[in-house]
């Protein structure tokens, strides 16, 4: 039982490209989220899914797009990636959405040069 | 939408004395305030949780107290040791459902010997 896996777990993009975040659970999950955690901003979420085919925005969607085609894989795009979007990522997975305990991944760590 | 404020930003305390961060949200609908602790380099891990039907929740030497009328919510660490060195974040459902959390910029707690 893995949890919640992200990759990559380091990455340096260039200004003005593009790439995916992954990240899959194998909990059976249905509620998956993306947070971004910038130093003394703490956690703020991108986006979030309650199930396959259902995305919403959080409180900082601006820039990315996620999409969730399976229960267990819920993938964040970066398009056009800008310095602002350095930070640290982290996917996280709850098997209730009423108040259910967020099990994180590892983070993953990206650079905007 | 559910804003989360969370005081102070740091605390140090010595071996052995209490530790209290406090939190507050702004959406009356809330009724889910987890707290995570995320060691240096970690992921984020659930301590404890209180939901809006309980005045106060106790684990061991943590305990959570939640004053819903005044929509503040606190963590209190008695008998501190150096392990619970770490960054602590509250945070708030963003609706009755509970389907997301928004987080609080987080505590540094840092104890020392």
């Known amino acids: 039982n893995a949890g919640v896996t992200q990759t990559p777990k380091f990455r340096i993009l260039k200004i003005g490209q593009s790439m995916t975040l992954q990240c899959t659970q194998d909990?059976?999950?249905?509620?998956m989220y993306w947070y971004r955690q910038d130093p003394g901003m703490g956690l703020k979420l991108i986006y979030y899914?309650?199930?396959?085919?259902?995305?919403d925005k959080g409180e900082v969607p601006n820039g990315y797009n996620v999409s969730r085609s399976t229960t267990e894989d819920f993938p964040l795009r970066l398009e056009l990636a800008a310095p602002s979007q350095t930070s640290v990522y982290f996917c996280?997975?709850?098997?209730?959405?009423?108040?259910?305990?967020?099990?994180f991944g590892e983070g993953s760590r990206l650079t905007v040069l | 939408g559910e804003n989360v404020e969370q005081h102070p930003s740091t605390l140090s305390v010595q071996e052995g004395d209490s530790a209290v961060i406090k939190c507050t949200y702004s959406?009356?609908?809330?009724?889910?305030f987890p707290w995570y602790k995320q060691e240096l380099g970690k992921r984020p891990q659930l301590i404890i949780d209180?939901?809006?039907?309980?005045g106060e929740k106790k684990d061991q030497r943590i305990a959570v107290t939640l004053n819903k009328t005044a929509k503040h919510f606190s963590l209190h660490i008695t008998e501190t040791q150096p392990e619970d060195s770490a960054v602590y974040f509250c945070?708030?459902?963003?609706?009755?459902?509970?389907?997301?959390?928004?987080f609080g910029k987080g505590t540094t707690l840092s104890v020392s010997s």
């Open positions: 909990m059976n999950h249905n509620y």
């Open positions: 209180i939901r809006s039907n309980v």
């Open positions: 959406d009356s609908a809330s009724n889910y």
């Open positions: 945070a708030a459902s963003i609706n009755q459902a509970g389907t997301a959390l928004i």
């Open positions: 996280a997975s709850s098997s209730t959405g009423r108040g259910g305990e967020l099990f």
């Open positions: 899914s309650v199930g396959a085919g259902i995305t």
